[in-house]
Nanobody, 121 residues
């Protein structure tokens, strides 16, 4: 099994910054893509940013130029640097990792417990 532990959420004023981190541990044969999703009250969960094992990144349009995703393959961590935060960024943020726990198991999506990000106006 793969466990994900997130950290870094909190309350910040509009225009401020937060940094989210997620560490994967447990039985890990390989990790493919890593990413961050968010879910605001009454809304569907959306993909905010993702990064491949090769380092290619993608972002939802609303965060382009403000958020940066990065990963450390040696430490099995993924980080989301969030700058110029807006009230509409308020949501629970979830770390997502697509990994193979053993060579005989195909890629499976693992989720963190979620961390609250609140941006006040």
């Amino acid at each position: 099994q793969v466990q994900l532990v997130e950290s870094g959420g909190g309350l910040v004023q509009a225009g401020g910054s937060l940094r989210l981190s997620c560490a994967a541990s447990g039985s890990i044969f390989s990790i493919n893509a890593m990413g961050w999703y968010r879910q605001a009250p009454g809304k569907q969960r959306e993909l905010v940013a993702s990064i491949t094992i090769a380092g290619s990144t993608s972002y939802v349009d609303s965060v382009k130029g403000r958020f940066t995703i990065s990963r450390d393959n040696a430490k099995n961590t993924v980080t989301l640097q969030m700058n110029s935060l807006k009230p509409e960024d308020t949501a629970v943020y979830y770390c997502n990792v697509r990994a193979r726990p053993t060579p005989s198991i195909l890629n499976y999506d693992y989720w963190g417990q979620g961390t609250q990000v609140t941006v006040s106006s």
